[in-house]
């Protein structure tokens, strides 16, 4: 990520690919080919975006070459990420973290903004509640897009995402992974449950060695919607097949009209999830002090 600038006269941001502090950035002779690649992507990038004009997409005004580096400039945003309104609803320790009409009118706008992008042949492929931005005026907008990030960080004939854990499908982390709309759909899922629970789910490698986010959801049958918790399931499936192909399906599901289902727990079902969940806390005490009796003393 580069720096950013606030205009005094003009209000706006400009975002530079270089190094922290330098109008020139200083790049090591070998990666000096890498580090045009990537000058290249983030050129790229910012004509992609700023063919793109939605509400729920951050607007990029200009970009340029200048200082042997690349700016994007773009529209001054006045609000708040979505991470920092989770943190202070959780803190507030109530039933519902959000309320199911709030979710369901956030994403609505998000995922009408993230549509155009899919339609524009890009990919986020970095969406958590930190790249969400709500404004001041209410309103909800996509930022901090990848593309650069990600030709920047290559590895031989690779090209590696930056990801962030508990948002990035599967695929992010194989080599041999095809990647497309389906991997913003995940992490459009991740970000819906941490907007249900308060915390991000377990990252993608935990969930395929044992997968607990059913689990998890099951706790809030009762407190949100039967068809919004399957709304995260579906998005959040390991399988990409098994999941929306497409952000216009998603669409379809989370605006659907009717009478909405909340099935509360059995007693049975609560009792076994407490079990559960005593036995996953024991692990964690049991692994916690094997960790400190091997360290040396």
């Known amino acids: 990520m580069g720096n950013a600038w606030r205009s005094k006269s003009t209000c706006l941001h400009l975002w530079q690919v270089g190094l922290l502090g330098s109008c020139f950035p200083q790049v090591q002779p070998e990666k000096l080919s890498l580090y045009r690649l990537g000058l290249k992507s983030f050129f790229e990038e910012g004509r992609s975006l700023a063919q793109i004009s939605h509400p729920s997409v951050v607007s990029v005004l200009n970009f340029f070459r200048e200082n042997e580096t690349v700016y994007m400039v773009m529209n001054y945003l006045e609000g708040a990420a ?36 899919h339609q524009h042949k890009m990919l986020h492929l970095d969406i958590k509640p930190a790249n969400i ?36 499908a599967p695929e992010m982390y194989r080599r041999d992974a095809s990647m497309g709309p ?33 689990i998890a959801l099951a706790r809030l049958r009762g407190v949100y919607s039967d068809n919004l918790i399957e709304v995260v399931e579906w998005c959040m499936s390991l399988d990409p097949l098994s999941r929306p192909q497409s952000v216009f399906a998603l669409q379809k599901e989370l605006s659907r009209e009717g009478e909405r289902r909340y099935t509360k727990l059995t007693v049975g079902e609560k009792v076994r999830m407490q079990f559960d969940t005593m036995v996953s806390e024991t692990k964690r005490s049991v692994l916690g002090v094997s960790n400190v009796d091997d360290k040396p003393k």
Not at 195 to 201: A, E, W
Request: hydrophobic share 40%.
């Open 133 to 168: 931005f709500i404004t001041d005026d209410n309103k909800s907008v996509l930022i901090d897009f990848g593309a650069a990030r990600e030709v920047l960080s290559k590895e031989g004939n690779f090209i590696r995402p930056m990801y962030t854990p508990g948002f990035a």
């Open 182 to 214: 389906w991997t913003d759909i995940y992490a459009i899922g991740a970000c819906i449950y941490a907007c249900m629970q308060g915390y991000p789910p377990n990252e993608a490698p935990q969930r395929l060695e044992k997968d607990r986010i059913t």
């Open 82 to 117: 979505l991470q920092d309104f989770i943190v202070t609803a959780r803190d507030l320790k109530q039933s519902k973290v959000f309320r199911e009409s709030t979710i369901r009118s956030l994403f609505d706008e998000i995922l009408r903004g993230l549509r155009i992008v």
